[in-house]
């Protein structure tokens, strides 16, 4: 059999990525392939943030070529390319942030602020520049949760710097406040603030926005729904009944507004007792992914309720940058590398690519 770019093809067709599974030819993931003799060369682009994956990922597709007859030097060079993606129609994107993802719930106490802090740094650790805008105004949370105090610098009087921490951009009206300082302001003048923090930070080439959301379905959901380029939206549930019927009513809001729901995270979906290690449904269980099966949307994963979570985003370390290789940390990565993958398959932003038209008078 003649070795030719046709016959690596068909081999690559069969090579599935683990995280998506799809083959690298019908995603388009395998580029550039070059025969020359016995030696093989080709590049692997994932559009997804996968440091942890591209090894892997590259020594599965050397196996698979070295299976072929006659196939000698195998080249593989796996890389990540995010590129930005369709928002709600009548948004412009931010020119300096490829895509905004929100993590909403129906009710507070469910720990959304959390999990966003720790997706963030999950998406960060795997080679994205990530940012994280805290559009809780009444509650920000961000700055403790990230470990951040000061004030934004300014270099114009009219923008701020973002605040920085655990390779993190920030911005959050809570680094503008007195911590003890309450925020009596009515929705107008929230949605105004919501408006300027996101676009009057100097956010820097951020492949993803995460947007802690304020509890509910208000004002601030319905600015950001509105006004702000949503690439897609998380929202964060307890398996408790009560949780999950305003889980419901956040994720129809969505649904009307067009942002396409990414999934659900099911959290403090069991405690686990520190002193015995027990594992117990405390909130109940099964709620979350019942809610997926009757929407059609995915269920991307589950967390448990365990103290160290309240205690290392209580220290400013969340648990994916206080205990890395640890399983919680494994889990949070699993979820924001599924929610990567969701945002990757969705259609790509096409505005740049029309022409600008000026009409003249002659």
Not at 1 to 21: C, H, R, W, Y
Not at 292 to 302: E, H, P, Q, V
Not at 327 to 332: L, N, S
Request: proline share 6%; glycine share 10%.
């Amino acid at each position: 059999m003649t070795l030719t770019a046709e016959v690596v093809k068909n081999t690559l067709s069969q090579v599935i990525d683990p995280n998506t599974g799809k083959d690298l030819v019908s995603s388009k993931s395998a580029k550039n392939i070059q025969v020359s003799g016995s030696a093989i060369s080709l590049d692997v682009e994932l559009g997804y943030p996968a440091k942890s994956q591209l090894e892997p990922i590259r020594q599965l597709v050397v196996s698979a070529l070295k299976q072929v007859p006659g196939v000698g030097d195998v080249t593989v060079n796996v890389t990540s390319k995010i590129v930005a993606h369709a928002v709600q129609r009548g948004v412009k994107l931010l020119p300096t942030v490829k895509n905004i993802i929100a993590v909403a719930s129906g009710k507070g106490g469910v720990g959304k602020s959390t999990t966003a802090a720790n997706l963030a740094l999950a998406l960060a650790a795997e080679g994205a520049a990530v940012g994280i805008l805290d559009a809780d105004i009444y509650g920000p949370s961000q700055p403790l949760l990230m470990g951040i105090s000061g004030r934004p610098e300014t270099t114009d009087g009219k923008t701020m710097e973002p605040m920085e921490n655990h390779g993190l951009q920030v911005s959050s009206i809570g680094f503008m406040i007195n911590p003890d300082e309450p925020m009596i302001w009515r929705g107008p003048i929230v949605t105004q603030a919501l408006q300027q923090l996101l676009t009057q930070t100097n956010w820097r080439d951020l492949d993803y926005l995460i947007v802690d959301m304020p509890p509910g379905t208000g004002d601030v959901q319905l600015t950001l729904s509105q006004k702000v380029p949503v690439t897609g939206a998380v929202i964060v549930t307890t398996p408790q009944d009560i949780a999950l019927l305003d889980a419901r009513k956040g994720l129809k809001m969505f649904e009307k507004v067009d942002i396409p729901i990414l999934g659900i995270i099911e959290n403090m979906s069991t405690h686990i007792c520190s002193q015995c290690g027990h594992a117990e449904a405390i909130f109940g269980e099964g709620g979350g992914e019942k809610m997926c099966a009757d929407f059609g949307i995915d269920f991307l994963g589950r967390l448990p309720l365990t103290m160290a979570i309240r205690e290392q985003a209580d220290a400013g370390k969340p648990t994916v940058i206080a205990d890395p290789e640890g399983p919680i940390a494994a889990v949070y990565k699993d979820i924001a590398r599924k929610i990567a993958i969701k945002v990757a398959e969705k259609a790509k932003d096409m505005t740049s690519k029309f022409p600008t038209i000026t009409i003249q008078h002659t």
